[in-house]
């Protein structure tokens, strides 16, 4: 939206949500440069072990051994002229690196790494252990090349070289570590593909299997999935035998996507409603004997002979009324089918598509109502002026018992609007400034509305007087300037509103009581969610759960990868609760929180451009909604009905002050 239009566009619209796979790669080992050992010495001690291959694990991840792929051993001894790492106890300690560039390890993104003593190191700052247990997580986010107890004296190297595979990475070498165990030393790596991602560990000299416990592998972090992979652990083949590697990388895969779109935008029972699907695979390896499955919903009437597809074999099941589609999906290589309906109902229809591949990561879903395209935009304002700062971040839009639309929006004054059947009816509630307004109906469909009036916080609630409609108002709180205050409103059950806002970096609450307003207080600190307007890690929201117990969604930026998390207010703990929701690529942004009964919904920016949402399903779960691929965030809202999400988000597209949304 132009930061200096005169009106505002009104347009609804139902989004739903699609899974999108994850973009893996699996990196190609190049090149065998000569290195300062030809080959691990001809003395191994050590039985040969079985060529090794391994995984996927939840996300992906499959190991392999030089036994089974040749040229993945290519010993580039950094003893000499890699950068000591000096530890201050040679048994049990960490120390911290900063990486040339960053590495992507189960979806997250570092730019350090903590070296331990005893053989393993970690992306995150954990206490040393003498033996990881991947299935434990523990410690979680790891990457085991030789987990057990050592003791490493002053010789464990680091240094960034492209020698082992023609690619940038980054090697960690223990040279001659004694195993306290036996008294036996070893010479291993852990080497970091800066490029693909992959881990690979060396061995050029390990003890032998009977007097050596170790575990070999890698570790994520999640609770509610198999997000690690153990390439051996305490077995007669652990630690594997000299002058050999191990390999650990994201498995070629299809990424499947899906999109489903009728051509009409609101048709009626009786018209003919022509569907295309989509099809796609941004994966890096070939869909060969995809399946695409599109039940027909009840109250529509495939159409003999419509349907076709560019590749592929597109089948009519009519015992099942059933589109299906069987065919290979290259890369990069897209498959359009349409296809012929009869709408038969008046009643709202969700046609659902699902592709599968049995390499996929994940399924790629999409479902479509007639009607889930925007509509063409209805004017309602052109006679004030409105800046876009000053609209409505939050919650400045409720659907009445009727299903009209209510908005609230600000500028120069408050402004309210509702939609009286085709028409938009529209006054002013303030004659001066009315700020990020966030709006709530009551049981009789009267608003309350939650805004900033110059340097204060303020409620508007429209109330009938002798059968007139009229506006009174409540003041809040000072806040010095317009530039605080996001309030964000909710009501309960109970009929009481609740309220919060920030202010000099501190979020506050307080609840309307019968006719009081009672003395806002601090629940949310600066130091455990970022309040500051000026940072990429900012935003908080309101929601009340079916007890009308209140939730407050934020993002912490204290904490590196950035926490999105869930403070919950508890009588005995009011406020010091919380739970982290996800962690973010980069930073999190504009949370828009939601409670169906006792269960919490999340939508919010990762990064600049890209929405997810997440739920609680026992653990959180997140998933992707869209990658705008540019832009910069401005802000989601989320609500749940009938079990069914919907998400509004915009972005800026432009720049000052020019800045369409």
Same mark, same amino acid.
């Given at each position: 939206?132009?930061?200096?239009?005169?009106?505002?566009?009104?347009?609804?619209?139902?989004?739903?949500?699609?899974?999108?796979?994850?973009?893996?790669?699996?990196?190609?080992?190049?090149?065998?440069?000569?290195?300062?050992?030809?080959?691990?010495?001809? =003395?191994?001690?050590? +039985?040969?072990?079985?060529?090794? =291959?391994?995984?996927?694990?939840?996300?992906?991840?499959?190991?392999?051994?030089?036994?089974?792929?040749?040229?993945?051993?290519?010993?580039?001894?950094?003893?000499?002229?890699?950068?000591?790492?000096?530890?201050?106890?040679?048994? *049990?300690?960490?120390?911290?690196?900063?990486?040339?560039?960053?590495?992507?390890?189960?979806?997250?993104?570092?730019?350090?790494?903590?070296?331990?003593?005893?053989?393993?190191?970690?992306? *995150?700052?954990? +206490?040393?252990?003498?033996?990881?247990?991947?299935?434990?997580?523990?410690?979680?986010?790891?990457?085991?090349?030789? !987990?057990?107890?050592?003791?490493?004296?002053?010789?464990?190297?680091?240094?960034?070289?492209?020698?082992?595979?023609?690619?940038?990475?980054?090697?960690?070498?223990?040279?001659?570590?004694?195993?306290?165990?036996?008294?036996?030393?070893?010479?291993?790596?852990?080497?970091?593909? @800066? *490029?693909?991602?992959?881990?690979?560990?060396?061995?050029?000299?390990?003890?032998?299997?009977?007097?050596?416990?170790?575990?070999?592998?890698?570790?994520?972090?999640?609770?509610?999935?198999?997000?690690?992979?153990?390439? !051996?652990?305490?077995?007669?083949?652990?630690?594997?035998?000299?002058?050999?590697?191990?390999r650990f990388a994201l498995r070629p895969s299809p990424v499947l996507n899906l999109r489903l779109m009728p051509n009409y935008d609101f048709p009626v029972k009786g018209d003919f409603v022509t569907y295309t699907v989509w099809m796609s695979n941004t994966g890096d390896a070939l869909a060969n004997g995809?399946?695409?499955?599109?039940?027909?919903?009840?109250?529509?009437?495939?159409?003999?002979?419509?349907?076709?597809?560019?590749?592929?074999?597109?089948?009519?099941?009519? +015992?099942?009324?059933?589109?299906?589609?069987?065919?290979?999906?290259?890369?990069?290589?897209?498959?359009?089918?349409?296809?012929?309906?009869?709408?038969?109902?008046?009643?709202?229809?969700?046609?659902?598509?699902?592709?599968?591949?049995?390499?996929?990561?994940? /399924?790629?879903?999409?479902?479509?109502?007639?009607?889930?395209?925007?509509?063409?935009?209805?004017?309602?304002?052109?006679?004030?002026?409105?800046?876009?700062?000053?609209?409505?971040?939050?919650?400045?839009?409720?659907?009445?018992?009727?299903?009209?639309?209510?908005?609230?929006?600000?500028?120069?004054?408050?402004?309210? &609007?509702?939609?009286?059947?085709?028409?938009?009816?529209?006054?002013?509630?303030?004659?001066?400034?009315?700020?990020?307004?966030?709006?709530?109906?009551?049981?009789?469909?009267?608003?309350?509305?939650?805004?900033?009036?110059?340097?204060?916080?303020?409620?508007?609630?429209?109330?009938?007087?002798?059968?007139?409609?009229?506006?009174?108002?409540?003041?809040?709180?000072?806040? *010095?300037?317009?530039?605080?205050?996001?309030?964000?409103?909710?009501?309960?059950?109970?009929?009481?509103?609740?309220?919060?806002?920030?202010?000099?970096?501190?979020?506050?609450?307080?609840?309307?009581?019968?006719?009081?307003?009672?003395?806002?207080?601090?629940?949310?600190?600066?130091?455990?969610?970022?309040?500051?307007?000026?940072?990429?890690?900012?935003?908080?929201?309101?929601? @009340?759960?079916?007890?009308?117990?209140?939730?407050?969604?934020?993002?912490?930026?204290?904490?590196?990868?950035? /926490?999105?998390?869930?403070?919950?207010?508890?009588?005995?703990?009011?406020?010091?609760?919380?739970?982290?929701?996800?962690?973010?690529?980069?930073?999190?942004?504009?949370?828009?929180?939601?409670?169906?009964?006792s269960t919490p919904h999340v939508s919010y920016f990762d990064g600049n451009y890209t929405v997810r949402y997440g739920w609680w399903d026992g653990s959180w779960q997140t998933e992707q909604v869209d990658d705008l691929g540019s832009g910069m965030q401005f802000g989601t809202a989320l609500d749940i009905?009938?079990?069914? &999400?919907?998400?509004?988000?915009?972005?800026?597209?432009?720049?000052?002050?020019?800045?369409?949304?």
């Open positions: 939206m132009n930061a200096k239009t005169t009106h505002i566009l009104l347009s609804l619209a139902l989004v739903t949500l699609a899974l999108i796979g994850v973009l893996t790669l699996l990196g190609a080992i190049n090149g065998q440069p000569t290195a300062l050992y030809a080959q691990a010495p001809v =003395t191994s001690p050590v +039985a040969a072990a079985p060529p090794s =291959t391994g995984g996927p694990d939840a996300f992906g991840y499959v190991h392999t051994d030089s036994l089974a792929v040749g040229g993945l051993y290519n010993w580039v001894d950094i003893a000499a002229s890699g950068a000591p790492i000096t530890f201050s106890d040679s048994n *049990e300690a960490t120390v911290m690196v900063t990486l040339p560039q960053t590495i992507t390890f189960y979806g997250q993104v570092y730019d350090q790494i903590y070296v331990a003593t005893n053989g393993y190191a970690t992306f *995150e700052n954990t +206490a040393v252990v003498t033996q990881c247990a991947p299935a434990d997580r523990d410690p979680p986010n790891t990457l085991a090349a030789f !987990c057990t107890d050592l003791d490493v004296g002053n010789t464990v190297y680091h240094s960034t070289t492209t020698a082992y595979n023609g690619h940038q990475t980054y090697i960690i070498q223990y040279d001659a570590v004694t195993h306290t165990a036996s008294g036996l030393t070893a010479t291993f790596q852990i080497i970091l593909d @800066l *490029e693909d991602d992959a881990i690979t560990y060396q061995y050029y000299t390990a003890p032998t299997s009977t007097v050596a416990t170790t575990t070999i592998g890698i570790v994520g972090k999640a609770s509610n999935e198999m997000d690690y992979l153990t390439y !051996c652990q305490d077995t007669t083949d652990c630690p594997p035998q000299d002058g050999m590697a191990v995809a399946v695409l499955t599109n039940v027909i919903p009840t109250g529509m009437i495939y159409v003999t002979d419509t349907l076709t597809a560019t590749l592929g074999t597109p089948a009519y099941l009519s +015992a099942s009324h059933t589109i299906r589609w069987d065919g290979d999906l290259a890369v990069n290589t897209p498959v359009t089918l349409s296809y012929a309906v009869l709408l038969d109902t008046d009643d709202p229809i969700y046609n659902t598509a699902v592709l599968s591949h049995p390499l996929a990561l994940a /399924e790629a879903g999409a479902t479509s109502t007639p009607a889930d395209r925007w509509s063409d935009p209805v004017l309602l304002d052109s006679a004030h002026n409105f800046g876009g700062s000053n609209l409505g971040g939050w919650r400045h839009i409720a659907v009445d018992a009727n299903g009209a639309p209510h908005i609230a929006y600000g500028g120069e004054s408050l402004y309210y &609007a509702v939609l009286s059947g085709t028409t938009w009816l529209s006054e002013t509630i303030t004659t001066s400034s009315g700020h990020k307004p966030s709006l709530v109906l009551d049981d009789a469909d009267y608003a309350h509305i939650a805004f900033l009036r110059g340097s204060e916080v303020q409620v508007a609630h429209q109330i009938s007087v002798a059968g007139a409609i009229s506006w009174t108002t409540d003041v809040i709180t000072p806040v *010095e300037s317009y530039w605080y205050g996001n309030p964000d409103l909710r009501r309960g059950s109970d009929g009481r509103l609740h309220l919060v806002y920030d202010y000099e970096e501190n979020l506050y609450y307080t609840v309307y009581s019968d006719t009081t307003w009672l003395t806002p207080t601090v629940v949310i600190t600066g130091g455990a969610c970022n309040l500051d307007h000026n940072s990429s890690n900012y935003g908080f929201s309101l929601a @009340l759960d079916q007890n009308d117990l209140p939730h407050v969604a934020c993002v912490q930026n204290d904490v590196w990868p950035r /926490e999105l998390r869930l403070y919950t207010y508890t009588a005995t703990a009011p406020w010091t609760t919380y739970e982290v929701i996800t962690t973010c690529t980069g930073f999190c942004t504009y949370p828009s929180l939601v409670y169906s009964d009905r009938g079990g069914q &999400a919907a998400i509004a988000y915009a972005v800026y597209l432009g720049s000052y002050p020019d800045n369409p949304l």
